[in-house]
Structure formats: structure tokens, C-alpha cells
């Protein structure tokens, strides 16, 4: 099951709005659920909220470090509580799914996600799960460092929020370690599709 919740994303107004705090929509809109409001919590660098379901303690957590030194605050609040890398999920940006979309997985590489890459060093494993937020790709690799830092169109970002929406149905059966189930939920909760536009005219 998992017990701790983990948004990453860049503290800060200036950065509140950009692709890269995916992360941090997705524990907002958590908290906002579960009516645990997230406070700043020195010891563990970050905004913290812990909340009571069916008899279970789960933990929000959204570092307030910077991206590139998230796994501090992971591993900080991650060992006092004795929580194992299995029971955390960590919900990021990922330029390689499309707005809209989201994948879970269970371990891997950091494949250059700067936040993942300290919390796998602060860890000193991988072997935690991932919410994966699509944020789509520049189509450049050279200006992938200016597309996570900037706030996403107005359509993507409407796509980015009712993904949100969607996977959170799944924090039920994550909770309770039902992951298949949860995998199947969050893989299954594609955006709807664009309906056709009509032919203009009549029947040819």
C-alpha cells in the first residue's frame, strides 16, 4: 500500500504555474480530497499534510527545496516514518506521454528528471512508484529546460487538470496496494476524443 504521497515540483509563485510542478497540482488537488491541508514542515523541506483513511495514516509531501534536491525531503520524512521506497509514490512531470495522459509504474530509471534522479541518490534506490503526468514534448531536446519551466498552453493545461482529476479515482485502491487495479484505472482514464467536425453541406 502506499503511504506517502509525493508531488514534486519548484517552490515559489513564479514557478506555481509551470509544466514542471505537475507534481504539486496532483498533492493540491489530494489534499483538497482528503480535507488535509498541506503545512510547511522545516524538518522534512516541505509542505506537509497527514490524513486518517479507513484507519490508515497516509502522508502528503510536496518538497519545497527545488526540483534537483527533492529526494532530501523524500528520504527525511521517508525514515523517520519508516516508510520503504514500495509504500511511496512519487507524481512528477514526464515530457514523453502527452497532455491529457498519465502512466503508473514501479521502479526504472530517472531518465533525466532531475527530481527523481536525488530521490533515487537520497533513497539509494529506484524501487518506488511513479505517477507519471504528461506534459509532451518541445520536440527539441535542446529546449526541454524552457518548455518545464513554462506555464502550458491554455488547452494543455485544461487537458494536464482533468488528468489530474481522473487519476486521483485511483488513490483508493493505491492506499489499499490494489496497484493492478489502480494501474488499470489510471492507464484506462484516457481523455476523451475530439469529436469529428461535421461535413459541411449535404449528403454527397
Not at 107 to 118: K, Q, S, T, V
Not at 122 to 145: C, F, S
Request: overall charge positive; charged content about 25%; some cysteine.
Amino acid at each position: 500500500m502506499i503511504k506517502l504521497f509525493v508531488g514534486l515540483g519548484n517552490p515559489g509563485p513564479e514557478y506555481e504555474y509551470t509544466r514542471h510542478n505537475a507534481g504539486f497540482w496532483w498533492v493540491d488537488a489530494l489534499s483538497r480530497e482528503l480535507k488535509a491541508p498541506l503545512v510547511t514542515d522545516k524538518g522534512y523541506h516541505g509542505l506537509v499534510a497527514r490524513a486518517n483513511v479507513h484507519g490508515h495514516t497516509v502522508w502528503l509531501l510536496e518538497p519545497q527545496t527545488f526540483m534537483n534536491v527533492s529526494g532530501r525531503s523524500v528520504a527525511a520524512l521517508a525514515r523517520f516514518y519508516k516508510i520503504q521506497p514500495e509504500e511511496i509514490l512519487v507524481v512528477h512531470d514526464e515530457l514523453d506521454i502527452a497532455p491529457g495522459q498519465a502512466k503508473l509504474k514501479l521502479g526504472g530509471g530517472h531518465a533525466g528528471h532531475n527530481g527523481l534522479r536525488d530521490i533515487h541518490a537520497q533513497l539509494g534506490t529506484g524501487d518506488y512508484w511513479r505517477l507519471r503526468i504528461g506534459i509532451g514534448h518541445p520536440g527539441d531536446k535542446n529546449e526541454v529546460a524552457n518548455w518545464v519551466l513554462k506555464k502550458p498552453a491554455p488547452e494543455q493545461r485544461t487537458a494536464i487538470e482533468e488528468c489530474v482529476a481522473r487519476t486521483l479515482k485511483a488513490f483508493p485502491a493505491l492506499m489499499a496496494g490494489e496497484m493492478e487495479k489502480a494501474t488499470l484505472l489510471i492507464h484506462t482514464s484516457k481523455p476523451p476524443r475530439p469529436k469529428p467536425p461535421k461535413p459541411e453541406g449535404g449528403t454527397p
